[in-house]
């Protein structure tokens, strides 16, 4: 069983599925409605030479894509204007089952985490799997047990060929 | 039966005839106090129930279990996940209830229990003194006026509310028994019960101390004292308290005063008790806040450490251990296995201190004084501080990297220890200062290197430079000070009061509450702080050398910061809120809770910061100010309480309030949105405490300067102008005119339509008129 990144973070037998992007990719392609939520971490984050939030962008193609108010200045940088929301009140709006999505869809079938500090994280997942039916996924470089698919514990190399391997997965679908 | 109370609306025999008779077991309510008594005088568990509901409706509580299983007794372990019951029937929501409503017990019983010792003390050395607040404070305790229905007049009066509040922690913490409350909203219910008795309990052990000790009584010019590492004079002895309870510091300080060693002896303080030491006598230093308690006895500077209770480390016998410092003991919450030397001579219990004996506990606050001081410069001639090779320990690591999967805030630590193998200790003096000296890294430590000691030796340059002013706690906020800002509060021409309080549990730099601060004092915001965050928001300077407190006035008035004082202090933040509704508005206080709030809720637009709080205690005073309708906003560590009130601004039925002038049912904007919200950066919150400023009660004027600052924040932080604008505005007449192209466009875009300003209110009773129907 892998050990969550803070060794103490264990919250009971209910824990993630280690998901390689491969996995990842395939889960994330065959649900319906799902959105990645992006924390204020990934500011000044790259993927090899590239600033993370080209790769988050070719995603939104793909899925919504909400970020954290914090780091939306770089997307408007970019010429791109996600929705920006803390975490807080975006996991609050997730845990009800009535709420008709930003786009007024209906709420979402599954919902990816990632750049948040890793107990902020952990927390909002906890909300989601006890007071939801959406399944979580943590895109992050640590295990996080509260979600449903988790990356394990990762060195920051392995994460980028991670994350780029799981963004180039989806594009091809 | 002493306290009982009972009230009879309406009494009629063929002997009597009475109504509103009052009558308390032991006592006769003395009517000297002309104000009428309200409906909740020493309300029980179920008396405010209706209110909480009103509140929780529109701010439902969101759990975030730390833990799926719950361990309270011998069924367990239950397992709550996918909606399991434990084996008492209990489910996962009621579980994170019942935990909440546990860790709000443990904080007012923290404060109770300090309070206890403190009135009984002051009592017992000083007499039944007056409560005196100083010359411009007439409503010298405004929570036991208006949760207890009292108006106190001398110590003893404060025995009164005491015990009721301790009643009523009893009761709330019974009610987390297996078997008792299953439900989350009654659990919550009782969370914010225990917690207004937490704020009462507060008020009274600051009124009581501010009474008897001399401390500041509202002073805006409480003198500005020394704080920081560097403030203490290391070629003095040291003695230093750590804690929240300043009898045995002030008894430490009473004994220099008598035998001439005043200027011989360094005191000083970690934590609360370092405020109020410095309230107590300004020469006192603060060390710093909680953050620093590991670093500083790791220096090895004390020679003697003083613990009193409240947020001590449980270990701190043997870190002392390791400097050969002597610790003393001086309260029966936290003994430390110690032998009790009570009753020893103080001659015994130093000798065998200076024989190597750990500590002592000696529950005589005199005694302490006396032990303490003639112990610390005993020692302080044979003890040697000892020099940690930073190098030479970092160069035992190993990067197995355990260190940094124990730290909170995931700090580089092996890096750092890398760099330092080759002499280069930058790294490790960065991390120090973003380190909160938790000393979890040193734990799991492959090799069994002092981290913390090597973070401290490597940043020992700029420790020794950290050397502050922070104002003096200055106690309740002067009644005159009400006077000047009840009014500009209340229409919104003043934007917001904003309160930093709570501990140093910071995810990123203790500057960045500083930072915030400024930013709202620049903006003319009235600023206000308590506890660590106050000490904190000192070890700051701008370009110019200054503090924040040297910069800007210590009133309760726009564009100043005050510093109430320690954790205790919080209450007075509480009591201007309340102030504002009795003096400027002229409502009753007394036994009048839910109309104090519910003013309080739309009409003061005051947020609570709690940028790094930790603590169970910092629970219950949140809880607190979330009963009484001031929101609270959390740093991301405040995630793991578990439980934040959220409202849903995109449900219009969720905002709708009375319309006191006609009784009709009102929208209002979604003001304020939380009740307790998580933000996850610095950026967040800032633009979360604009918002939350904003009141339905403001005038358009008012509104206008709200908006203004929170338009201006967003675009600022954000890089745009906020999308939820148009809930904002109720008439053109609150859209700031510079902004006023822009907002128009957006309002005819969302189809807006203008909507009435009520006198709003969530309490059918205050309606003057009943809606016609
Ligand atoms: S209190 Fe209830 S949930 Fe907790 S261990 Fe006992 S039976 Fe299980
Ligand atoms: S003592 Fe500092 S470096 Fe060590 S785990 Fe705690 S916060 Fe991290
Ligand atoms: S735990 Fe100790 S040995 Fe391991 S990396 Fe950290 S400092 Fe080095």
């Not at chain 1, 989601?128 to 295990?143: A, C, E, N, P, V």
């Not at chain 2, 129930?49 to 069924?75: E, G, H, S």
């Amino acid at each position: 069983m892998t050990i969550p990144w803070f060794s103490a973070n264990i919250p009971g037998p209910k824990q993630a599925r280690v998901v390689t992007p491969e996995i990842a990719a395939k889960i994330l392609s065959k649900v319906g409605r799902k959105m990645m939520l992006c924390g204020s971490g990934i500011k000044g984050q790259k993927i090899g030479k590239e600033p993370i939030q080209k790769y988050i962008l070719d995603l939104s193609k793909e899925m919504s894509v909400v970020v954290a108010p914090s780091v939306l200045k770089d997307f408007l940088e970019m010429g791109a204007e996600p929705v920006a929301k803390g975490v807080v009140e975006v996991t609050n709006l997730l845990r009800d089952a009535e709420w008709r999505g930003f786009d007024g869809k209906g709420n979402y079938d599954m919902v990816a985490y990632l750049g948040f500090p890793y107990y902020l994280e952990s927390q909002m997942l906890s909300v989601l799997k006890h007071f939801s039916d959406i399944k979580t996924m943590s895109l992050g470089r640590f295990y996080q047990p509260n979600a449903d698919y988790s990356f394990d514990n990762l060195k920051e190399k392995e994460w980028e060929k991670n994350f780029e391997n799981l963004i180039s997965l989806l594009r091809r679908k | 039966m002493k306290g009982t109370k009972f009230k009879i609306d309406e009494f009629e025999s063929d002997l009597i005839k009475a109504t509103g008779l009052e009558i308390t077991v032991g006592r006769i309510v003395e009517e000297e106090w002309e104000e009428i008594l309200g409906p909740t005088p020493m309300p029980s568990v179920t008396d405010l129930r209706k209110w909480d509901f009103a509140l929780l409706n529109r701010y439902k509580p969101m759990y975030a279990p730390l833990c799926d299983l719950c361990c309270l007794c011998t069924y367990g372990k239950c397992d709550l996940s996918d909606g399991k019951k434990g084996a008492c029937g209990i489910d996962i929501g009621a579980q994170q209830g019942r935990i909440v409503l546990l860790a709000c017990c443990i904080g007012a019983a923290a404060h109770g229990g300090h309070a206890r010792h403190i009135v009984e003390h002051l009592i017992e050395e000083h007499g039944d003194m007056p409560i005196d607040m100083g010359k411009n404070v007439e409503v010298e305790a405004p929570l036991v006026r208006l949760i207890a229905g009292i108006m106190p007049k001398k110590l003893s009066d404060l025995l009164e509310p005491l015990e009721y509040a301790e009643g009523e922690l009893m009761h709330s913490l019974s009610a987390t028994h297996t078997g008792q409350e299953g439900y989350f909203t009654d659990f919550e219910s009782k969370a914010l019960h225990v917690s207004m008795t937490d704020q009462l309990l507060m008020e009274i052990a600051d009124v009581a101390q501010i009474s008897a000790l001399g401390f500041p009584k509202g002073d805006p010019g409480a003198p500005l004292v020394d704080i920081g590492f560097g403030s203490i004079d290391t070629k003095k002895p040291v003695i230093l308290c750590i804690g929240h309870n300043v009898v045995p510091g002030a008894e430490v300080i009473n004994y220099l005063r008598d035998h001439d060693l005043y200027d011989k002896v360094e005191v000083a303080g970690i934590c609360c008790t370092a405020h109020d030491l410095t309230r107590y006598d300004k020469g006192a230093k603060i060390v710093g806040p909680l953050s620093k308690q590991l670093q500083f006895v790791r220096t090895g500077i004390a020679d003697v450490i003083i613990v009193d209770e409240q947020c001590v480390r449980a270990d701190v016998l043997q870190e002392a251990r390791k400097t050969g410092a002597a610790v003393i003991a001086t309260n029966d919450k936290i003994c430390l296995g110690l032998p009790d030397r009570t009753k020893d001579s103080p001659k015994d219990v130093i000798d065998n201190l200076l024989g190597g004996a750990p500590g002592a506990l000696i529950l005589d606050a005199e005694k302490v004084g006396e032990v303490a001081v003639r112990t610390a410069i005993k020692l302080s001639e044979t003890r040697k501080r000892r020099a940690l090779n930073v190098v030479k320990e970092a160069k035992k690591c190993i990067q197995c990297g355990l260190c940094i999967r124990e730290c909170h805030n995931n700090l580089d630590i092996p890096r750092g220890m890398e760099k330092a193998a080759k002499g280069d200790l930058s790294l490790l003096s960065e991390i120090y200062e973003l380190c909160i000296g938790c000393g979890r890294c040193e734990n799991v430590c492959s090799k069994e290197i002092p981290i913390v000691s090597l973070l401290g030796g490597a940043a020992k340059e700029i420790t020794r430079k950290e050397r502050y002013k922070v104002r003096s706690g200055r106690g309740p906020i002067q009644d005159t000070e009400i006077r000047n800002v009840g009014s500009p509060i209340v229409l919104g021409e003043i934007p917001g009061v904003v309160a930093f309080v709570g501990c140093p549990n910071y995810a990123g730099s203790s500057k960045e509450i500083a930072e915030m601060a400024e930013i709202f004092l620049s903006r003319r915001y009235i600023v206000t702080t308590s506890g660590c965050a106050a000490m904190d928001i000192a070890m700051y300077k701008d370009e110019e050398g200054k503090t924040l407190y040297e910069k800007y006035p210590g009133n309760f008035d726009a564009g100043c910061l005050s510093n109430v004082g320690s954790c205790v202090s919080n209450a007075h933040i509480a009591g201007a809120a309340i102030k504002i509704a009795s003096i400027f508005a002229h409502r009753n206080l007394r036994g009048n809770y839910e109309e104090i709030a519910d003013y309080i809720l739309n009409r003061v637009g005051a947020v609570g910061v709690a940028w790094g709080a930790m603590s169970q205690k910092a629970a219950s005073i949140a809880t607190g100010f979330n009963r009484l309708g001031v929101p609270v906003i959390l740093g991301p560590r405040g995630a793991k309480y578990r439980r934040t009130y959220l409202g849903r601004p995109d449900k219009s039925e969720d905002w709708m309030v009375y319309n006191a002038r006609t009784g009709e049912k009102v929208q209002i904007s979604p003001s304020p949105e939380y009740l307790l919200y998580v933000a996850e950066s610095k950026e967040e919150a800032i633009v979360s405490i604009a918002k939350n400023c904003i009141r339905p009660n403001d005038t358009t004027k008012g509104r206008q300067i709200k908006l203004t600052h929170y338009i201006d924040l967003h675009k600022r932080y954000f890089g745009k102008m906020p999308e939820d604008i148009a809930m904002y505005i109720r008439t053109e007449a609150d859209i700031p005119i510079t902004l006023k192209a822009e907002i128009m466009k957006i309002l005819k875009a969302e189809k807006w339509e203008p909507r009435i300003t009520p006198d709003p209110t969530l309490l059918e009773r205050l309606c003057r008129k009943k809606e016609v129907k």
